[in-house]
């Protein structure tokens, strides 16, 4: 069992920035990858950023250029640096990782951008 703890939503002005963090509890086992998801209110989830543990990145069409995934997958963490945010960003905002064959979920966090 991994627990998932997302910290640093909140509300932003257009073309504002913001930093997600997650952590992950230890395991017995490694975490394959770590990532974000959102989902938006009447809008399904949908991927926002990929970390693998030998650091690759994969990104949505939709933040390419804005936003930056970055951490340690060995050590459990994973961050997102949003940038140029859009009204459309607006969302709650889930951390998730892969550990074998199962997903794990944060409790989610909510990004807010507006004027």
């Known amino acids: 069992q991994v627990q998932l703890v997302e910290s640093g939503g909140g509300l932003v002005q257009p073309g504002g920035s913001l930093r997600l963090s997650c952590e992950a509890s230890?395991?017995?086992?490694?975490?394959?990858?770590m990532g974000w998801y959102r989902q938006a209110p009447g809008k399904q989830r949908e991927m926002v950023a990929h970390l693998t543990s030998n650091g690759i990145t994969t990104y949505a069409d939709s933040v390419q250029g804005r936003f930056t995934i970055s951490g340690d997958v060995t050590k459990n963490t994973v961050d997102l640096q949003m940038s140029s945010l859009k009204p459309e960003d607006t969302a709650v905002y889930y951390c998730a990782a892969l550990l074998r064959v199962r997903i794990y979920w944060g409790q989610g966090t909510q990004v807010t951008v507006s004027s």
């Open positions: 230890r395991s017995r086992f490694s975490i394959d990858i």
